[in-house]
């Protein structure tokens, strides 16, 4: 099991910045990446950034001249800096990760309770 717990969000203005947190617990030995993701209202989660335990990472395209995941291992926390928020970044942020099972490549998903993130206009 790996627990996951999201911190950092809150009210930003238009243009401002934030900087999310996921503190990792529990057998993150077996977690191959760290994701985050959101989820607006009425509409499905999206993936915004990824960072593998090599340290690569990747963004959604829209949003990639905005943002930098990165990883403390010592803290075993991954953090997501968002900058020049607009409006339509307003979403319930999630912290993700993924966990190997077996040599095969089985995997399971776990999930933080998210952070909400709300820029006003």
């Known amino acids: 099991q790996v627990q996951l717990v999201e911190s950092g969000g809150g009210l930003v203005q238009a243009g401002g910045s934030v900087r999310l947190s996921c503190v990792a617990s529990?057998?993150?030995?077996?977690?191959?990446?760290f994701c985050w993701y959101r989820q607006a209202p009425g509409k499905q989660r999206e993936l915004v950034a990824t960072?593998?335990?090599?340290?690569?990472?990747n963004y959604a395209d829209p949003m990639k001249d905005r943002l930098t995941i990165s990883r403390d291992n010592a803290k075993n926390t991954v953090y997501l800096q968002m900058n020049s928020l607009k409006p339509d970044d307003t979403a319930v942020y999630y912290c993700?990760?993924?966990?190997?099972?077996?040599?095969?490549?089985?995997?399971?998903?776990?999930w933080g309770q998210g952070t909400q993130v709300t820029v006003s206009s």
């Open positions: 993700n990760a993924r966990a190997a099972l077996n040599v095969e490549g089985a995997y399971r998903d776990f």
């Open positions: 529990g057998k993150t030995y077996n977690v191959n990446r």
């Open positions: 960072i593998s335990t090599g340290g690569s990472t």
